[in-house]
């Protein structure tokens, strides 16, 4: 079929998945198909299933006629490809308010196609607005909603990320991605972006905390957290306003159906947006600079009325309460293990251990021995044990297991990496020995 168009029903090859799609997925598929080209689009009878490029031709072969119409279903709020380290977030399948949120590893290259080096990018759909997002088939830096430095977004379009962790909830979840390749060519030597989303029940709102943490350089550099307003083409007619609450620096989309984000910066401090930021601006920056950084933003989704938030606390401690719900980043031990304050190996605390994650390590002194949880998938994991210096203490290989198990380990005090391999599956865990 040649080069594809940006929009997925203008392609041709959405009826040919209908024959070709896993049958354990497919319900998940023919739900989406009807709801989005198919018998209960809201569209016109002749733009419906998949009219461009011959892919009508398809349809007529293989949509299941003689099956019932297929009815939506949301089994858990956050899914994600770690063959490619994306997370996205739903708080429900219902319609054109849903709450879509997405953050990107990019682990993925593709060669001899229109790639870009979209690690630590972010998206949200809500309300039937892109608030933003990008930056599509594009490569300008004011097209990304991502973490820039020294004003670019990348400097090898190939440059890859990788996921780190991530635990499900029942309102959301928490994931965290590596920048990886893509954050190195531009002269850091590690970041994080951590993404808490939390979707309060009863409600048609969202909560999400976006928490960049960029690792000591010996150079300085300008660190911009930035988000592309509605997509590479246009601004989706957000209307940006920027200001101060609670002493820190605040700024409101407003979408379609009233809906809405309004943003806090919580950290750093010294956080400040461009003077000639306007209510069209686009993008929306918010800047800091020096050999390290951190930047918490947290972001409320809802419609109607802005409400007001009340912050407590100071840097990376801050709690919000806004519109009847208070949280804060102590809630969640991925996320304050890897924003603890700098200092010495010994002085960070990390909560590696979670039932709610794939594979769960934790140091226990007593029987100076490694807690682990491997899931119960069949298969043999690979688990590698290395020190800060990147040597290998212990390798060991771990058979599916319903309950932990205790290995023995001696080693001097410090952060260790557990580094899980099964088959293509592959995560890392933190731990510390005191």
């Not at 980043?329 to 304050?336: D, K, Q, W």
């Not at 290395?386 to 001097?412: D, F, K, W, Y």
């Amino acid at each position: 079929m040649g080069a594809d168009e940006g929009r997925l029903h203008q392609n041709g090859w959405l009826s040919l998945l209908l024959e070709i799609t896993p049958e354990e997925a497919f319900p998940r598929y023919r739900a989406w198909y009807d709801r989005a080209i198919g018998v209960l689009a809201d569209r016109p009878l002749d733009s419906r299933f998949d009219h461009h490029f011959g892919g009508t031709t398809w349809s007529l072969i293989f949509y299941p006629v003689d099956a019932p119409a297929s009815r939506p279903f949301h089994q858990q709020p956050m899914v994600y490809d770690l063959s490619f380290s994306n997370f996205l977030f739903r708080n429900r399948v219902q319609d054109e308010n849903d709450i879509m949120f997405s953050l990107w590893g990019d682990g993925f290259t593709a060669r001899n196609s229109w790639d870009l080096a979209e690690c630590t990018a972010i998206s949200l759909i809500a309300f039937n607005t892109r608030f933003f997002g990008g930056p599509s088939k594009t490569n300008e830096p004011e097209n990304f909603s991502t973490l820039l430095v020294d004003g670019n977004p990348s400097a090898n379009k190939k440059a890859t990320g990788d996921y780190f962790d991530f635990w499900h909830t029942t309102r959301g979840g928490y994931a965290v991605v590596l920048g990886g390749q893509k954050y190195h060519s531009l002269g850091c030597n590690k970041v994080l972006r951590h993404a808490v989303v939390e979707y309060p029940p009863n409600e048609n709102t969202a909560l999400i905390f976006v928490v960049d943490r960029i690792y000591p350089t010996s150079t300085s550099h300008v660190y911009t957290w930035q988000l592309n307003i509605g997509d590479s083409e246009d601004n989706d007619s957000v209307l940006v306003t920027t200001g101060m609450e609670s002493q820190r620096p605040s700024f409101i989309l407003e979408g379609r159906n009233d809906g809405f984000v309004k943003g806090w910066v919580l950290h750093p401090a010294d956080a400040k947006f461009p003077e000639a930021m306007t209510e069209s601006i686009d993008p929306l920056q918010i800047t800091t600079e020096g050999t390290f950084a951190d930047f918490v933003v947290a972001l409320y989704v809802g419609q109607g009325e802005f409400p007001r938030a009340s912050i407590d606390g100071e840097g990376l401690t801050s709690r919000i309460t806004v519109a009847g719900h208070s949280a804060g980043l102590n809630e969640y031990p991925g996320v304050i293990e890897g924003l603890s304050p700098r200092g010495s190996a010994s002085q960070t605390h990390v909560a590696a251990y979670s039932t709610r994650t794939n594979y769960g390590i934790r140091y226990h002194s007593g029987q100076k021995a490694l807690i682990v949880s491997v899931p119960s998938n069949p298969g043999i994991t690979t688990m590698r044990i290395v020190n800060s210096a990147g040597q290998t203490v212990l390798l060991e290989s771990l058979s599916p297991r319903s309950h932990p198990r205790a290995i023995p380990l001696r080693a001097a005090s410090g952060v260790y990496f557990a580094k899980f391999c099964r088959g293509s599956t592959k995560q890392t865990r933190l731990f510390h020995v005191p």
